[in-house]
């Protein structure tokens, strides 16, 4: 969870790019996925879902030092700047931090829209555990299921537990040693 910070040439373009996706006009938020610009629009049901999520976490936070949040993650050396719906993260490195990178969360959740289903199913999924995220949880809204990954690899996760349909209780290991209650996803 410490790695240090990309540092970009000034003629680099992955400088070029995510400083621009970081400064455009008319829209709150915006990600890098493989190159592609896409501006993020969630619909209030995926955000209830996201903030059932946050509200199940929020207990076990405090005495883990975190916080959660849908801040920036720079996945450098790529073309790709995600933000996720969901990211559980040290508070000392939030605080006057820009874009953490995703071995510096405890958990990267996606919930999946019509629009971008197989960007988190597939392509996030890949990229998270390429670059280290201990973590993810997929909530498949269209598939109504949940899958937790975890052991990170450059292949990708090692350990798959799901999809479970949403109603099944699902355990997120330590350092959380919780149950999510999934039944109102």
């Known amino acids: ?10 003629d680099d373009p992955e400088t070029a790019l ?46 883990l030092g975190c916080m959660a949040g849908s801040g920036d993650l720079d996945l450098a050396g790529s073309p790709n700047w995600f933000v996720p719906d969901l990211a559980v993260v040290p508070r000392e490195l939030a605080k006057g931090g820009g874009a953490l990178v995703p071995d510096q969360t405890l958990l990267v959740v996606e919930v999946t829209s019509e629009s971008n289903g197989d960007t988190d199913r597939i392509v996030k999924r ?6 280290g995220a201990p973590l ?20 990708g996760y090692t350990k798959v537990d799901g999809p479970h349909p949403f109603g099944t209780p699902l355990p997120l290991p330590e350092p959380f040693g919780l149950e999510l209650d999934t039944s109102d996803f």
């Not at 969870?1 to 000034?10: D, L």
């Not at 938020?29 to 199940?56: F, K, M, N, Y």
């Not at 890949?126 to 670059?131: K, S």
Request: aromatic share 8%; proline share 9%; with cysteine.
């Open 18 to 63: 995510k400083y621009a996706v970081q400064r455009i006009r008319g829209f709150d938020r915006v990600q890098v996925v493989e190159g592609l610009i896409e501006p993020l629009s969630p619909s209030w049901d995926h955000e209830r879902t996201a903030a059932r999520l946050r509200q199940q976490l929020t207990p076990v936070l405090p005495a």
């Open 126 to 131: 890949r990229r998270y555990a390429e670059y």
């Open 136 to 155: 993810f949880l997929l909530v498949d809204r269209q598939q109504r299921t949940c899958t937790l990954s975890s052991a990170p690899g450059n292949l």
């Open 1 to 10: 969870m410490n790695a240090p910070s990309h540092v970009y040439a000034p």
